[in-house]
């Protein structure tokens, strides 16, 4: 099973962290959504402290596991909040339905398949991180994650928590990413309400389109990971959302 915590009370809210994170992540926001939700984190296989259980890994089985944490803990709905890579797994366990999900968090994420282009780039990063090692590849790729002004000690925050991920394991989600699905029909014809938090300066995917209705967006002045770049208003929105 992943490893994970579960804090407070209230409305269940589960957070899926992205590619090169961990829990911890989540740790600006932590405090203050556990004041007012029940809420588990989790590390996915190969991240954290979460070690790989089988060899490949697609969005779905990422979302078997994030699910059987909930039926360990008795949970029977919540909302997903998905950052990056963990929004392509929320949109998987939405598709088909792994667990009963009330709300969709998408966080920095996207509802498109990967281009031919960005599979050839993820599989380069496949090969290279064997070559180079773990810190060596997360140095030269985590400046990406962030808008211009970032503060180099949340750069640093960050770089310390994809260290701990193995080689395998990133590996693997770069795998993973490679063949997710396109889903943005899902997103255009769920009755599942959705939040899509956007950053201004995201240089990692491009903002999520649709006439959905449901479909709610905000915006940070931020980069990839606005949790961590803006936390006041990640939390904001994610509290006007949930209530």
Same mark, same amino acid.
């Given at each position: 099973m992943l490893h994970y915590t579960r804090k407070g009370k209230g409305e269940t809210l589960v957070l899926v962290h992205g590619f090169l994170g961990a829990? =911890?992540?989540?740790d600006d926001i932590y405090e203050s959504l556990t004041n007012q939700f029940d809420v588990i984190t989790v590390d996915l296989p190969g991240? /954290? *402290?979460s070690k790989l259980e089988k060899s490949s890994y697609s969005v779905y089985d990422y979302a078997k +596991? &994030? +699910? !059987?944490?909930?039926?360990? $803990? /008795?949970i029977t709905e919540a909302t997903w909040l998905g950052h990056s890579l963990g /929004?392509?797994?929320? *949109?998987? +366990? *939405?598709?088909?339905?792994? +667990?009963p999900i009330k709300r969709v968090i998408l966080a920095y994420s996207s509802d498109l398949s990967d281009t031919e282009e960005q599979k050839e780039k993820r599989t380069k990063q496949q090969q290279q991180i064997p070559e180079i090692g773990v810190k060596s590849f997360v140095n030269q790729l985590i400046g990406a994650f962030f808008s211009d002004n970032a503060k180099e000690e949340t750069i640093d925050f960050a770089k310390k928590i994809a260290y701990r991920a193995s080689e395998a394991g990133l590996i693997t989600a770069l795998e993973a990413m490679k063949h997710r699905p396109n889903q943005h029909?899902? &997103?255009?014809e769920t009755t599942?309400?959705? *939040?899509?938090? $956007?950053?201004s300066n !995201?240089?990692? &995917?491009k903002p999520i =389109?649709?006439?959905?209705?449901?479909?709610?967006?905000?915006?940070t002045k931020t980069g990839h990971l606005g949790m961590l770049e803006d936390s006041e208003a990640f939390i904001k929105a994610v509290h006007q959302f949930m209530s």
């Open positions: 829990m =911890e992540i989540f991240h /954290g *402290l +596991a &994030v +699910a !059987d944490v909930l039926q360990h $803990e /008795g /929004g392509y797994i929320v *949109l998987a +366990a *939405l598709e088909e339905k792994i +667990a029909h899902l &997103v255009e599942t309400p959705i *939040l899509v938090i $956007e950053g !995201d240089k990692i &995917v =389109e649709t006439k959905n209705p449901i479909v709610q967006k905000m915006n």
